[in-house]
């Protein structure tokens, strides 16, 4: 009876890593731990949407995955489109993530704030990860999210 209550026990300690709103919602990517806490909302209607918010002292992620009926994977028409829009001081390139064409984009705010982009469509889902980064943060902070966020970008999977 011992036994089968440490193992019991043992099943709900591993699956309670494993029972988090970004996992139950078919996202996981290796350095969240990085990211730190985070909180979830679930919105919408007719389509249904999810939203992640990650604060760090220097910093914000956004996850954001919705229900995209009408929506198709992104080609170069679509980066030349950002690339062209003159209100915004952005740039973007087109990007092959293993779920398939993805855009990452540079974009400087006029708010003092960059924003570092990556948007990708899957299985009838868009999902857009958004870095936030005020313009006055440390060199080297910045550069190490940048760093972080291309890992984020890499292991990001979706299942």
């Avoid at 990517?29 to 604060?55: A, P, Q």
């Avoid at 992620?61 to 062209?84: G, M, Y």
Wanted: proline share 2%.
């Amino acid at each position: 009876m011992q036994r089968l209550f440490i193992a019991i026990l043992l099943i709900l300690l591993s699956s309670t890593s494993l029972s988090s709103p970004l996992h139950n919602n078919g996202i996981s990517f290796n350095n969240i731990d990085y990211w730190g806490e985070y909180s979830f909302e679930k919105f919408g209607t007719s389509e249904v949407n999810y939203e992640w918010v990650f604060n760090k002292s220097s910093s914000t992620l956004i996850i954001i995955k919705s229900e995209c009926k009408s929506c198709k994977p992104f080609d170069e028409s679509n980066v030349a489109e950002i690339n062209t829009i003159d209100d915004f001081n952005v740039s973007a390139l087109l990007i092959n993530h293993k779920y398939g064409n993805g855009i990452y984009q540079i974009h400087e705010h006029t708010k003092n704030i960059k924003f570092l982009i990556f948007k990708i469509f899957h299985k009838g889902y868009y999902y857009k990860l958004q870095l936030g980064i005020p313009n006055n943060t440390n060199q080297a902070v910045l550069f190490e999210q940048s760093i972080e966020f291309l890992r984020t970008i890499n292991s990001f999977t979706i299942f």
